[in-house]
């Protein structure tokens, strides 16, 4: 039984529902566990027993390396490196893990190989799954699009975890998401970085960017307009 799941097209939908789905468990586990904003990602990581610590990872022959998991260990391991990145960085990247440790890693397999490593230490060790940049794929054609595919799940995982669209709704009001003033307060309250919430905003098609100019002027989605 493989440590991974084999590859599913996930639509967005699906994606958001898993994320929602975790935090709706996590609040039904009571205080200890309920989500709250700015979100602690690491009260994820608890609740699924996994473990995070900071190493120095070396850069590989693609390029570096912010993150990676080792599933037979539940351990998140976090580049160090990344101390100094701007905020919500480190949130991103730490629930763009958890977003594999959910839509990717067999769970079982994962249990049964561990139990079977304890006595006899001849059988696989524990390959991390290393993440890297990421689009969406709709058709994957070979192995590199695959892998693509699965970095862009797991980060829009991360997206709807950490900005649901409840505590957006709920952050928005009195707000004029054309300001960028208003979305730097948001991203405050939520604790992620700026970036990311433009994109999550751009996702739900709430607000529209024109990048095709130097003022980054901001309009509202399609979804805001009727």
Request: aromatic letters at 10%; glycine letters at 4%.
């Given at each position: 039984?493989?440590?991974?799941?084999?590859?599913?097209?996930?639509?967005?939908?699906?994606?958001?529902?898993?994320?929602n789905n975790?935090?709706?468990?996590?609040?039904?586990?009571?205080?200890?566990?309920?989500?709250?904003?700015?979100?602690?990602?690491?009260?994820?990581?608890?609740?699924?027993?996994?473990?995070?610590?900071?190493?120095?990872?070396?850069?590989?022959?693609?390029?570096?390396?912010?993150?990676?998991?080792?599933?037979?260990?539940?351990?998140?391991?976090?580049?160090?490196?990344?101390?100094?990145?701007?905020?919500?960085?480190?949130?991103?990247t730490l629930?763009?893990?958890?977003?594999?440790?959910?839509?990717?890693?067999?769970?079982?397999?994962?249990?049964?190989?561990?139990?079977?490593?304890?006595?006899?230490?001849?059988?696989?060790?524990?390959?991390?799954?290393?993440?890297?940049?990421?689009?969406?794929?709709?058709?994957?054609?070979?192995?590199?699009?695959?892998?693509?595919?699965?970095?862009?799940?797991?980060?829009?995982?991360?997206?709807?975890?950490?900005?649901?669209?409840?505590?957006?709704?709920?952050?928005?009001?009195?707000?004029?998401?054309?300001?960028?003033?208003?979305?730097?307060?948001?991203?405050?309250?939520?604790?992620?970085?700026?970036?990311?919430?433009?994109?999550?905003?751009?996702?739900?098609?709430?607000?529209?960017?024109?990048?095709?100019?130097?003022?980054?002027?901001?309009?509202?989605?399609?979804?805001?307009?009727?």
């Open positions: 039984m493989s440590i991974f799941k084999p590859y599913r097209y996930y639509r967005k939908e699906a994606i958001e529902y898993r994320a975790v935090l709706r468990r996590m609040a039904q586990r009571g205080d200890q566990f309920a989500p709250c904003w700015p979100f602690d990602v690491t009260l994820v990581a608890d609740f699924f027993d996994l473990g995070v610590i900071w190493e120095r990872i070396p850069p590989d022959e693609q390029g570096a390396i912010a993150a990676r998991i080792l599933p037979l260990q539940r351990c998140i391991e976090i580049n160090e490196e990344i101390l100094d990145k701007p905020q919500g960085f480190l949130e991103s629930a763009h893990e958890i977003g594999h440790w959910v839509l990717h890693i067999n769970h079982e397999a994962t249990t049964e190989t561990a139990d079977r490593l304890l006595t006899d230490l001849s059988l696989a060790t524990d390959e991390p799954f290393v993440c890297r940049g990421s689009r969406e794929v709709n058709s994957p054609l070979n192995h590199a699009s695959v892998l693509e595919s699965m970095e862009w799940q797991a980060q829009y995982f991360a997206g709807c975890l950490l900005m649901p669209r409840r505590i957006l709704e709920e952050k928005r009001q009195g707000r004029d998401l054309t300001y960028w003033s208003h979305l730097y307060e948001m991203r405050e309250e939520l604790g992620v970085s700026i970036s990311n919430l433009v994109n999550r905003l751009q996702d739900l098609e709430w607000i529209y960017l024109d990048k095709k100019t130097r003022k980054r002027d901001i309009y509202p989605g399609k979804a805001l307009v009727s």
